[in-house]
């Protein structure tokens, strides 16, 4: 019966330690920024497939703007690994480099997208896509 008092008892403070250490992950401007970006590209996917390129190029505007917002953050795993000095600076590079490269691409879909080329603007789309899973794969840690 103690045993089991102790297991239960270990269980609920692991439970609360990983809370804990996870607890500012969602607290964050950029985490807010991705959830914009996440919501804000479902929608252009969508105008995009359905060529509506006025309300494409407007959510293009609204992303690039979001991004640069995003590039001046500092993602959540650098401060968990409690990165410092040049390794902060060097990953930090790393990551503005990712974000600059996808305003790029979203530049170019939107070029794609003021000439109503729906060929180019779905090209571009999957060129997004990919620095996306690119930026998350480097960057997102799982709260």
Not at 98 to 116: Q, R
Request: hydrophobic share 45%; with cysteine.
């Amino acid at each position: 019966m103690i045993g089991s008092k102790i297991v239960i008892g270990s269980a609920l403070l692991s439970l609360s330690m990983a809370s804990f250490a996870h607890e500012h992950c969602g607290d964050s401007a950029l985490h807010e920024d991705m959830e914009t970006l996440k919501t804000e590209m479902k929608s252009l996917a969508f105008e995009v497939k359905k060529e509506d390129f006025a309300a494409a190029d407007a959510r293009i505007d609204t992303i690039i703007a979001t991004l640069r917002e995003a590039r001046e953050e500092t993602p959540y795993m650098f401060k968990e690994k409690a990165l410092e000095g040049e390794e902060l600076a060097n990953r930090k590079a790393d990551y503005q480099s990712v974000i600059d490269d996808t305003i790029t691409a979203f530049e170019a879909l939107d070029a794609a997208v003021i000439a109503k080329d729906a060929d180019a603007a779905k090209t571009a789309l999957g060129e997004v896509g990919n620095l996306r899973k690119k930026g998350h794969r480097a960057f997102k840690v799982d709260c």
